[in-house]
Nanobody
Framework: QVQLTETGGGLVQTGGSVRLSCAAS????????IGWFRQAPDQRDFVAAI???????YVADSVSGRVTISRDNVKNTVYLQMNSLKPEDTAVYYC????????????????????WGQGTQVTVSS
């Protein structure tokens, strides 16, 4: 059973930066594709995803240019770097995972990821 733990959320001012981390245990990390999603009271969004090898990554258009996803398969951790934060980025950010044989698979669909972390709150003050 794969377990995911997100860290790095908090309160940040508009224009600031935050780096979220997703640590995985209980599985073979370098076979896990990772997706980040966020949920605000009235909205659910895909944010970014990265394949198990890191060979492919994708960032949603809504955050493109401000968000970078990366992974360290030695530390079993995926990072979500978010810059130039806006109040509309306020949400709970969830790390999700799916075991995959392909080193290049990822998805932007929530339903494709069976494993979810508990989420970390990011609040951007105006």
């Amino acid at each position: 059973q794969v377990q995911l733990t997100e860290t790095g959320g908090g309160l940040v001012q508009t224009g600031g930066s935050v780096r979220l981390s997703c640590a995985a245990s209980g599985g073979t990390f370098n076979s896990l594709a990772i997706g980040w999603f966020r949920q605000a009271p009235d909205q659910r969004d895909f944010v970014a995803a990265i394949s198990s090898t890191g060979g492919r990554a994708y960032v949603a258009d809504s955050v493109s240019g401000r968000v970078t996803i990366s992974r360290d398969n030695v530390k079993n951790t995926v990072y979500l770097q978010m810059n130039s934060l806006k109040p509309e980025d306020t949400a709970v950010y969830y790390c999700t995972a799916r075991q995959t044989e392909s080193g290049f698979w990822y998805s932007t669909e929530r339903g494709d990821y069976p494993y979810w972390g508990q989420g970390t709150q990011v609040t951007v003050s105006s």
